[in-house]
């Protein structure tokens, strides 16, 4: 099966429509949620066009060769695994609609993945990065306010997106956050309210599009910044500060935790600033702390 076909043209891809239908509307998962299941389950449904095999009668067996016919392709033990999850929670829909007797997917073993800590910056790469915008114009001083606020919160690239003016208490000193269902109140440092104060009374006031535009930070066409947009923010200063690590936006929030975390923050109160709904999830930073103390000592250490 070198080609696959289109999947739609599958007679029974009225389940895949109904699950898409679902995991918006009743499970209200995020875009991209919703995007990479159904990316992974067009991308099966097509496989099995190409088997003359219908979704609802797929087998254990074929849910196993498509596993195998994955990692022949080259696919990495991650995106196997994630396939996985997507088909299995596919069939446990069509269970739910009484279009299943048994779940295909059921214990089906793939190759597991080897759990990578997440990379971080030194506190003098970050320094680093953050001096590069020059405030000397607009898009300068937009820019140093938006990497230093990514640094003294930890927010999602998302998050600082979607701030509008009236989430930041200058006087207070903090911004309000809402992800994944949850308000949170987030402190900022000194240096981090001082160029947000002065982007939102100085800059922000001529980049914007209309008088009514709530965004707190807005492209060159003075309308709410995208995640994209962002995206090439991070990668353009990154080339200028000549640091060797592949940058984005989430490193910045990785090692807003870590630093935090090096210097005696509790987890449960850097848990609360992530906004992870589960500890475990913050956990891997103490792992990450570890790493980095153990590689401190081998490399100092007289004796290592």
């Given at each position: 099966?070198?080609?696959?076909?289109n999947?739609?043209?599958?007679?029974?891809?009225?389940?895949?429509?109904?699950?898409?239908?679902?995991?918006?509307?009743?499970?209200?998962?995020?875009?991209?949620?919703?995007?990479?299941?159904?990316?992974?389950?067009?991308?099966?449904?097509?496989?099995?066009?190409?088997?003359?095999?219908?979704?609802?009668?797929?087998?254990?067996?074929?849910?196993?060769?498509?596993?195998?016919?994955?990692?022949?392709?080259?696919?990495?033990?991650?995106?196997?695994?994630?396939s996985?999850?997507?088909?299995?929670?596919?069939?446990?829909?069509?269970?739910?609609?009484?279009?299943?007797d048994?779940?295909?997917?059921?214990?089906?073993?793939?190759?597991k993945?080897?759990?990578?800590?997440?990379?971080?910056?030194?506190?003098?790469?970050?320094?680093?990065?953050?001096?590069?915008?020059?405030?000397?114009?607009?898009?300068?001083?937009?820019?140093?306010?938006?990497?230093?606020?990514?640094?003294?919160?930890?927010?999602?690239?998302?998050?600082?997106?979607?701030?509008?003016?009236?989430?930041?208490?200058?006087?207070?000193?903090?911004?309000?956050?809402?992800?994944?269902?949850?308000?949170?109140?987030?402190?900022l440092?000194?240096?981090?309210?001082?160029?947000?104060?002065?982007?939102?009374?100085?800059?922000?006031?001529?980049m914007?599009?209309?008088?009514?535009?709530?965004?707190?930070?807005?492209?060159?066409?003075?309308?709410?910044?995208?995640?994209?947009?962002?995206?090439?923010i991070?990668?353009?200063?990154?080339?200028?500060?000549?640091?060797?690590?592949?940058?984005t936006?989430?490193?910045?929030?990785h090692?807003?935790a870590?630093?935090?975390l090096?210097?005696?923050?509790?987890?449960?109160?850097?848990?609360?600033?992530?906004?992870?709904?589960?500890?475990?999830?913050?956990?891997?930073?103490?792992?990450?702390?570890?790493?980095?103390?153990?590689?401190?000592?081998?490399?100092y250490?007289?004796?290592?």
């Open positions: 099966m070198n080609r696959l076909a999947w739609k043209d599958i007679p029974m891809a009225n389940i895949i429509s109904r699950y898409e239908e679902y995991l918006v509307h009743v499970k209200h998962a995020s875009d991209n949620t919703v995007s990479s299941y159904m990316r992974d389950i067009r991308q099966y449904a097509s496989y099995l066009l190409s088997a003359g095999v219908e979704v609802l009668d797929a087998t254990q067996q074929t849910v196993s060769d498509y596993m195998t016919w994955l990692h022949d392709q080259g696919k990495s033990p991650a995106t196997i695994s994630r996985l999850a997507s088909l299995k929670s596919l069939y446990i829909f069509a269970l739910s609609e009484d279009e299943l048994a779940n295909p997917v059921t214990n089906i073993k793939v190759e993945t080897e759990k990578k800590l997440p990379q971080i910056l030194t506190g003098k790469e970050v320094e680093l990065l953050l001096q590069q915008p020059k405030r000397g114009d607009m898009k300068g001083c937009r820019d140093k306010a938006m990497l230093e606020v990514l640094y003294a919160t930890g927010i999602r690239v998302s998050e600082l997106i979607g701030l509008n003016v009236d989430d930041v208490s200058i006087a207070g000193g903090f911004l309000r956050c809402e992800g994944g269902g949850k308000m949170r109140i987030i402190p440092y000194p240096e981090a309210l001082q160029v947000l104060h002065d982007y939102i009374t100085n800059i922000r006031p001529k914007i599009a209309s008088p009514t535009e709530q965004s707190l930070f807005v492209n060159v066409s003075g309308e709410r910044m995208s995640r994209q947009g962002f995206w090439k991070i990668k353009y200063y990154q080339e200028k500060a000549q640091i060797d690590k592949d940058i936006p989430h490193t910045l929030r090692s807003f870590a630093h935090l090096e210097n005696g923050a509790d987890l449960h109160a850097i848990q609360e600033m992530l906004g992870h709904s589960d500890i475990s999830s913050t956990q891997v930073y103490a792992q990450l702390v570890k790493q980095n103390l153990k590689a401190v000592y081998n490399k250490h007289p004796k290592a």
